[in-house]
């Protein structure tokens, strides 16, 4: 069974930083592609990062988040991270975890992210961030 749970949420001040964590079983986050993505309330989920699966580091971000966030993953550990610097009150959201297999050669986890969250079929349940002074 696959499963995805992140982790690492808080209430943060503005300018501060944060780092989420998002760990798989059932699957290998080093082979699917994988996205972080934010739900504001009252919004619909929007995509902010992904790396590429298939042993490959290659990554792409939302004009949004890109210079602040950074996507990585540690294959041994089988855990996705959200490295997110510089925190603005527009970040509060639910952050969710989500990861798709890759159909062969030529993919890239933008492949995927382009389609928002209907490219992703396996998720997380979330978790909060505030960023509030």
């Known amino acids: 069974q696959l499963q995805l749970v992140e982790s690492g949420g808080g209430l943060v001040q503005p300018g501060e930083s944060l780092r989420l964590s998002c760990t798989a079983s059932g699957f290998s986050v080093d082979r699917f592609a994988m996205a972080w993505f934010r739900q504001a309330p009252g919004k619909e989920r929007k995509e902010l990062a992904c790396?590429?699966?298939?042993?490959?580091?290659?990554?792409d971000y939302s004009e949004t988040v890109k210079g602040r966030f950074t996507i990585s993953k540690d294959a041994a550990k089988n855990t996705l991270y959200l490295q997110m610097n510089d925190l603005k009150s527009e970040d509060t959201g639910v952050y969710y975890c989500a990861g798709q297999p890759m159909r062969g050669i030529g993919d890239t986890c933008g492949s995927y992210m382009k389609f928002g969250a209907n490219g992703f079929d396996n998720w997380g349940k979330g978790t909060p961030v505030t960023v509030s002074s």
């Open positions: 790396i590429d699966g298939n042993g490959g580091f290659g990554t």
